[in-house]
């Protein structure tokens, strides 16, 4: 008999492989929306006349959208309909990139950046609902799909936005991803399975409660905040290298292009891809050997990346290395989590991003701040450095003959 502090799972529906490539493709288009400025804060900054000191705010103010979308949106899933939640979700992130690529002045701009953000955690939501849907045999392999799809988003969104912005004008970029954004909300509103009707009895958790059950997961469930450990320190690794590794390559003795350093972006999907195999070996029960093995190879990708500037092969080896072991962490992470309590999932999701969020910032703050004490050579010493923590944390938390 469910207790009151739970919700009643609703019957599973099949998921086929064309609905979890649905998931994969829309989950990178909308987490692609907190990246598509990076490049152009050049461009804005002159057209809005918003000064190089204080341009950082537009990309400020997505993350800070992001995080708060993710403490406080992405546990509805765990109350409401995911499919009409998520439909909603992609429908209003449509209308507030139209308002980005269409905005007159600063503050419109800033205020519809900020609800971009905002609204981009439906990539969580769509995970979360992904997870739900997939049979307890197959969920490693659907979450390791899915998690391709989000970061290839990542990694490509800087290259396609440089690339579109040169040969259509900024405001070209997020008017584009909103019709694409259409699309994708046409087709998941068409494909995503209805709730079946909860019964009667089913208890209902209040917003607030359902706020306070994320923290409390924490707590609860020592599993979820070793993980929870795990993706803050390897996405400090993960932002260590791509927060950074423009300046090098745009500096001499290289002086690399924007189209050419964002080229790089594609050693890194190439990793990111070659990760989903790690979903079918945590369905093998293999999830703590592949944590562990992921976590040397991120801590060796460092020595390849500390070449950059004598070999682009180095650099691009070194990518791909720490993206295939990032990914492989990151897909373990979520499969095992969703195990834990599936009536809680989309709480659960909320609250592991929320650390994935402090490790972006920490490793971007960071990197940026040492490259200019220190120059590149320092920056990779950090980047080893989280990843060793990592490797650290996991050879204490794994005891023999059992799986965390």
């Known amino acids: 008999m469910a207790t009151c502090n739970q919700i009643v799972p609703l019957p599973r529906p099949a998921l086929s492989w064309r609905t979890t490539l649905l998931f994969a493709v829309a989950s990178g288009v909308a987490v692609s929306n907190i990246y598509l400025a990076q490049p152009l804060l050049a461009t804005l900054s002159h057209d809005f006349g918003i000064s190089a000191a204080t341009v950082g705010a537009v990309v400020t103010l997505t993350q800070v959208g992001y995080g708060l979308g993710l403490f406080f ?116 509103h068409r494909v995503l399975p209805r709730a079946a009707k909860e019964p009667a009895a089913a208890p209902r958790l209040a917003y607030g409660a359902l706020l306070r059950s994320t923290l409390a997961l924490f707590a609860e469930e020592r599993v979820f905040r070793i993980r929870a450990l795990f993706a803050l320190l390897i996405f400090a690794a993960f932002s260590t290298l791509w927060s950074c590794v423009a300046l090098p390559l745009s500096e001499p003795p290289l002086s690399l292009s924007h189209t050419a350093i964002g080229a790089f972006g594609l050693a890194g999907a190439a990793g990111a891809l070659a990760a989903a195999p790690a979903g079918r070996l945590h369905d093998r029960g293999l999830g703590a050997r592949t944590t562990g093995i992921a976590f040397v190879l991120l801590v060796a990708s460092w020595l390849p990346l500390a070449l950059t500037r004598q070999s682009l092969w180095a650099l691009a080896i070194g990518a791909v290395l720490l993206d295939l072991a990032v990914q492989a962490v990151h897909v373990t992470n979520q499969s095992m989590i969703f195990a834990l309590r599936p009536d809680a999932g989309s709480r659960l999701m909320a609250g592991y991003m929320i650390f994935y969020s402090i490790g972006s910032a920490v490793g971007g703050l960071a990197s940026t701040a040492v490259y200019a004490l220190a120059g590149w050579g320092t920056v990779c010493v950090l980047g080893a450095a989280f990843s060793a923590l990592g490797l650290l944390l996991w050879a204490v938390t794994t005891p023999r003959r059992v799986t965390v």
């Open 73 to 188: 949106l992405v546990p509805l899933g765990d109350l409401v309909d995911r499919r009409r939640l998520v439909v909603t979700q992609m429908v209003l992130l449509v209308a507030t990139l139209a308002a980005v690529g269409t905005a007159a002045s600063a503050p419109i701009l800033l205020t519809a950046l900020a609800a971009t953000g905002f609204l981009a955690v439906v990539t969580q939501s769509l995970m979360a609902f992904a997870a739900s849907l997939a049979e307890p045999v197959r969920r490693g392999r659907v979450v390791g799909v899915v998690t391709s799809g989000i970061v290839t988003g990542i990694l490509l969104a800087r290259t396609v936005s440089g690339a579109l912005a040169d040969l259509a004008g900024w405001r070209a970029v997020y008017l584009c991803s909103a019709a694409l954004t259409l699309l994708l909300t046409l087709a998941l």
